[in-house]
Each structure stands twice: as structure tokens, then as C-alpha cells.
């Protein structure tokens, strides 16, 4: 059973960094998967972030491209989240998800982690 | 274009039949996956593929289809457990980065 644990700090400063981990048990980082990120604002509609392949390449949001990256760490089967600059805009609950892609137009998110709640506030 | 469009709410009397809409260009492109949230919840796949499938485990209740640019989630004989929020995600066709739709609240009356 794949399963995706998010962990990292629940409070940021504005102009901070935002830095979540996805741990990753079940299935190796290094599967013909991509590996996503997500992100719900209160009360709002799912975000997609961005994606990360296990050889590094990525894929963002073009309105956070300037402030997102998304890393792998193959050595703990986890990949990464850092946002820059974050402003209350930010504040939402960010979920890591595997991306399953099936031929070149079919793609998938299953599973999700449970999300966690990153408020920006001083 | 890079929009899926979802109606914001829609409700189904108990048992009855209700299809959920997402409509947007890259659906003539890329297939549309749909995932169920319940309040506090994470989401979770409900639909996926070509032919809209069903992960194991998912009631037979729920199915799925695509015509032109808009993919449809059916629920037939609607359960209360089934209110909650749900979501179309797929590609970009300009830019093949991810998008989801804005959602769709189900009430069931």
C-alpha cells in the first residue's frame, strides 16, 4: 500500500520560506512516476503546484514558478517543497500526491497524503 | 486553454441520479481524473482514465464518460455519504502542466 506523509513547520513568517517533505512508503521515488504537490486555501478550490519526475525534471504553475521549487532526495524516498517570499496568500493546507501518467494523455493522482495546514502570519 | 469549468453546487434528492460536469479544451486533448472531499478530508480518486475507471473499492454507483471538451461524473441512486466536494483534474493542453477544476458541492437532500 503507497502511502505520502507531508511534515514540516505549520507557521511561517510573511517574506518567509515555506519548506514541506513528502515521505514516500510503498513505492520508490524512482518509479515511472511524477510526484506533485497541491495546496487548498481556506475555503477555496485544489491548486496545482507542481511536479517533480525522479530525474529531477519539473513542471510548475506559472503564476509561483519565480518563488516554488520542488526537489527529490532519492536516498529517503521523499521529495520536497520550498516557497519563497510567502505572503498570507500562502496560507492553505499543502497536500504531496504520486502522479500516475498512462500513455502521454492519461494521468492520475492516487495516492494523496493526508495534507498539512501552513499558516503565514508574524 | 488552461480553465475547467465546474458548476459551483449541485444537489440530488436521495437515490436519485446526478451527473457532475467539467468542462475545458484540454479535455479533447487529455483525459480527466475526478477525486471525492469530504469536509477536513484529503482528496481521493474516484475516477480516472480513458474509460473512466473505478479504483478498487469504489461503489459501481459512480461512472464516467467524456464527450467533446466536457467529462461527466455520474452518480446513480445517490447516497447521503456521497455529499461532498468534487474535483476534475487534467492536463493543459498549451503547457501540459496540471489543473484542476474549481469544484463542485454535492448536497444530497
Known amino acids: 500500500q503507497v502511502q505520502l506523509e507531508e511534515s514540516g513547520p505549520g507557521l511561517v513568517k510573511p517574506s518567509g520560506t515555506l519548506s514541506l517533505t513528502c515521505a514516500v512508503s510503498g513505492d520508490s521515488i524512482s518509479s515511472h512516476n511524477w510526484w506533485t504537490w497541491v495546496r487548498q486555501a481556506p475555503g477555496k478550490g485544489l491548486e496545482w503546484i507542481g511536479e517533480?519526475?525522479?530525474?529531477?525534471?519539473?513542471n510548475y504553475k506559472a503564476s509561483l514558478k519565480s518563488r516554488v521549487k520542488i526537489s527529490i532526495d532519492k536516498s529517503k524516498n521523499q521529495f520536497s517543497l520550498t516557497v519563497n517570499s510567502v505572503t498570507s496568500a500562502d496560507t492553505a493546507v499543502y497536500f504531496c500526491?504520486?502522479?500516475?501518467?498512462?500513455?502521454?494523455?492519461?494521468?492520475?493522482?492516487?495516492?494523496w497524503g493526508q495534507g498539512i495546514l501552513v499558516t503565514v502570519s508574524s | 486553454s488552461s480553465e475547467l469549468t465546474q458548476d459551483p453546487a449541485v444537489s440530488v434528492a436521495l437515490g436519485q441520479t446526478v451527473r457532475v460536469t467539467c468542462r475545458g479544451d484540454s479535455l479533447r486533448t487529455y483525459s480527466a481524473s475526478w477525486y471525492q472531499q469530504r469536509p477536513g478530508q484529503a482528496p481521493i480518486l474516484v475516477l480516472y482514465?480513458?474509460?473512466?475507471r473505478r479504483p478498487s473499492g469504489l461503489p459501481d454507483r459512480f461512472s464516467g464518460s467524456t464527450s467533446g471538451d466536457t467529462a461527466s461524473l455520474t452518480i446513480t441512486g445517490a447516497q447521503a455519504e456521497d455529499e461532498a466536494d468534487y474535483y476534475c483534474?487534467?492536463?493543459?493542453?498549451?503547457?501540459?502542466?496540471?489543473?484542476f477544476g474549481g469544484g463542485t458541492k454535492l448536497t444530497v437532500v
Open positions: 500526491a504520486r502522479e500516475i501518467m498512462e500513455a502521454s494523455s492519461t494521468n492520475w493522482l492516487d495516492p
Open positions: 482514465g480513458k474509460n473512466s
Open positions: 517533480i519526475y525522479h530525474s529531477g525534471f519539473t
Open positions: 483534474y487534467s492536463r493543459d493542453s498549451s503547457n501540459k502542466r496540471g489543473v
